[in-house]
């Protein structure tokens, strides 16, 4: 079972920038689409961006133009670049792998990002 580690949440101001790492035990990226997802005090957990083994990547419609999935083979380590904060990105967000073609999925722990004046 792979573990990953996210970092990077914290507390920004409206239109401020962040950038969250998920970092993996071992290299998975030629077998397992990555995935940002966010849960929301009250909601469901939503997907927010993925990258896929090919390099591929989708966005929710909500962030489109404003954040950016990338990964670093070499690192082991997804990215998500969030630009253009609005106080509705306020969630816990967590990194997600999808083994192909398996399925197995394997979370983060989440980490905290607030978006507040």
């Known amino acids: 079972q792979v573990q990953l580690v996210e970092s990077g949440g914290g507390l920004v101001q409206p239109g401020g920038s962040l950038r969250l790492s998920c970092v993996a035990s071992?290299?998975?990226?030629?077998?397992?689409?990555m995935g940002w997802y966010r849960q929301a005090p009250g909601e469901q957990r939503e997907l927010v961006a993925v990258?896929?083994?090919?390099?591929?990547?989708n966005y929710a419609d909500s962030v489109k133009g404003r954040f950016t999935i990338s990964r670093d083979n070499a690192k082991n380590t997804v990215y998500l670049q969030m630009n253009s904060l609005k106080p509705e990105d306020t969630a816990v967000y967590y990194c997600?792998?999808?083994?192909?073609?398996?399925?197995?999925?394997?979370w983060g722990q989440g980490t905290q990002v607030t978006v507040s004046s």
């Open positions: 990258i896929t083994t090919g390099g591929s990547t």
């Open positions: 071992r290299s998975i990226f030629s077998t397992n689409r």
């Open positions: 997600r792998a999808d083994r192909w073609p398996t399925g197995v999925v394997n």
